[in-house]
């Protein structure tokens, strides 16, 4: 929990900042890429915010309401990030840009004439070059970023060592750190943003067609929209309570199978129930003749064998059945 936190913390900060240089940036050049990104970060910066309400809120003792504590609040939090945040950024900056592009907008040309955004009007000075604005703000966002993908992946890859996943992929699939899982991906299509709009505004500049800055607000919207939409998948797998992997849900049960008193398994389940948190029920058989304080030591060995094998695991039930 504490290195989610870190890397949520630090991703705040920078998107924060970010987002206030790039707003300055637009209203300094009027560039649909730039209004894009600007989207993009007040999406990232909002993100944290979800994210860090989710993990207090998970860290809630569990109550009557809530027998197993709150960690799906994580869940839900991340589910809404997707949904809101992410989505909506994607849609106005897919929106933005089509509209310019369809009106022959006229990108950073607008830096020498009035820039306007909602209630705000704003002239820039004559005298300020747009192109090397928007190429200082972005370059200065990279560094940024840079550093939060890098905190986000250190838990990332921690997280896969203790798990041996062997692929970004397989981790994608399997963690049920979706706090983790967030904020590296979102550090990820924030850099991809980042370089498909400094390329949208090269090749204005090489070519004078303000088409490829607005090209790159396009792709910026319907990058976030195919993120948004991969997150909410994966989050809602876990809202539904997921089981762990089969690979490991079968070496769990093969360790239950081979207790010394146990003939048979009726039924073996596991769920999550926050990051990091899952909780194991099973229905055994046990030898005949086992007395109540042998077959008590036996669903005690059971449960501590489990929880070695998966230190995810908090609970364990063990429910003896008759043959």
């Known amino acids: 929990m504490a290195g989610s936190k870190s890397v949520v913390l630090a991703a705040l900060v920078a998107n924060a900042a970010i987002a206030v240089l790039k707003f300055f940036g637009f209203l300094l050049t009027g560039s649909a890429a730039m209004l894009s990104e600007t989207y993009h970060s007040i999406s990232d910066t909002g993100n944290q915010v979800f994210l860090l309400i989710g993990i207090r809120f998970s860290e809630r003792e569990a109550d009557r309401q809530h027998p197993f504590g709150y960690g799906k609040a994580q869940f839900f939090y991340s589910f809404l990030v997707s949904v809101f945040l992410f989505g909506i950024a994607g849609w106005e900056s897919l929106k933005h840009g089509y509209n310019q592009l369809t009106a022959g907008g006229h990108g950073g040309e607008a830096a020498h004439g009035t820039v ?15 192109l090397w604005v928007n190429y200082s ?4 966002a990279f560094a940024f970023e840079t550093y939060a993908l890098v905190k986000a992946r250190a838990e990332m890859r921690r997280q896969m060592k203790r798990n041996d996943w062997s692929s970004y992929k397989e981790a994608f699939r399997k963690t049920s750190d979706v706090t983790t899982l967030t904020a590296l991906t979102e550090d990820t299509i924030a850099l991809a943003g980042i370089v498909i709009a400094l390329t949208g505004l090269f090749l204005e500049q090489q070519t004078g067609n303000p088409m490829f800055d607005q090209i790159s607000a396009v792709l910026i919207g319907i990058m976030l929209m195919g993120f948004a ?10 809202i539904l309570g997921e089981s762990l992997p089969a690979d490991v849900g079968r070496e769990l049960r093969a ?10 398994i009726v039924d ?3 769920v999550y129930f926050g990051p990091n948190e899952v909780v194991v029920s099973a229905d055994v058989v046990f030898t005949d003749r086992l007395e109540t304080e042998e077959i008590d030591d036996a669903i005690t060995a059971i449960e501590d064998s489990l929880k070695a094998i998966n230190g995810d695991i908090r609970k364990v039930y063990i429910e003896p059945e008759t043959a």
């Not at 306007?116 to 747009?130: G, K, Q, R, V």
């Not at 909410?232 to 876990?238: D, G, S």
């Open 116 to 130: 306007e955004f909602l209630f705000i009007s704003f002239t820039p000075p004559t005298w300020l070059d747009p």
């Open 137 to 140: 703000v972005l370059l200065g």
């Open 229 to 238: 939409l991969a997150l909410a998948w994966e989050n809602k797998r876990l």
């Open 255 to 264: 360790a239950v199978a081979d207790h010394e008193h146990v003939t048979d």
């Open 268 to 270: 073996f389940r596991t």
